[in-house]
């Protein structure tokens, strides 16, 4: 078996505290667990001995959790964050200070215990350039939630996205999930990762994209069937047809050789 891991609990919460803790000792792959009741506590314990991983609440006095997850992503050696907390609405935030996972309080077992597989996860020695290549990835991760589950859809298996006023729907191999996050928001985060804005309402994949047609003097593009998302077809505005078509040609991450409409 791998060496066990050494983990810090923090919550200003007592009885929060105390369940985190006795929780995280129960698991095989944790062998000692430390409790911190704020972020100056935190970073003592820190400083005194090494620790793999921080499961961290949010909203704590003096210091949050986030402030305190931007800190220790400065360390020479930063340890894993896995975020703990009642409220769901951080959650993009969280992923964008690095962190492993998002748990949403009252704590399930199961969803503990995958946290703790990612990170162990993340101690696994890989080679350099495939971790060079997870840090690149640090914002390819949404998290959506559904029924109080934190999904992480990852930006590969989006083929499209839509607005839906100030949130987006992804589109994606494992179906459609609703973020809090415009879309404009994601068309400038992922601009150079192969994504079109066709539309003020649509947000494309290229290597999704199998082809565009024209009636009746629009012209719509077609996006491939997904997974769990059957394939689409969503009209293109008139500025974005010439850079899209240009795209679909020239783009070297698509994976599909586009169809030209007529013009």
Known sequence: MSEQLTVLAVDDEAPALDELVYMLQQNPAIGRVRGAADATLALRALHESGVDAV???INMPGLSGLELAAVLSNFA?????????????????AFDVGAVDYLLKPIRRDRLDEAVRRVVATRSPEPASAVAGDRDQDHDVIPAEVGGVTHLIRRETIGWVEAEGDYSRLHSSSGAHLVRIPLSTLETRWAESGFQRVHRSYLVSLPMVTGMRSTGGSVMVRVRANGASPAAELPVSRRQVRELRDRLVRDPMRGYRAVRGDE
């Open 55 to 57: 499961f961290l609440d």
């Open 77 to 93: 050696q930063p340890p894993a964050v896995v975020f703990v907390t009642a409220h769901d609405d951080k959650a993009v935030a």
